[in-house]
């Protein structure tokens, strides 16, 4: 599954990361030139200003995974 977000401060940054640490599951955020670990945090300082797809595993509930998207939005 993947959403669409865009990743505009360093808060929002910290927020991600904080939220794909507390997953029970591996989050990942990609762009077309790069593909992070949500729970890089120095990797997503690199996506600040940029839109990037939020991608999990196929096995993820849909209803889950849409929360999570939009607490990071």
């Keep these: ?18 939220l794909a ?4 599951y591996e989050v990942w955020l990609f ?3 790069i593909m992070l670990d949500a729970r890089s945090l120095l990797g997503l ?6 839109k ?5 595993e196929d096995d993820v509930v849909p209803a889950a995974f849409d ?3 939009a ?3």
């Excluded at 640490?21 to 029970?24: G, I, K, R, S, V």
């Excluded at 300082?45 to 940029?50: A, D, I, N, Q, T």
């Design 1 to 18: 599954m993947l959403r669409e977000i865009e990743i505009k401060d360093k808060d929002q940054v910290e927020k991600i990361n904080r």
């Design 21 to 24: 640490c507390q997953a029970p």
């Design 71 to 73: 607490k990071m939005a």
């Design 45 to 50: 300082f690199s996506l600040v200003g940029k």
């Design 31 to 33: 762009t077309k030139d």
């Design 52 to 56: 990037a797809s939020v991608v999990v």
């Design 67 to 69: 929360r999570l998207v």
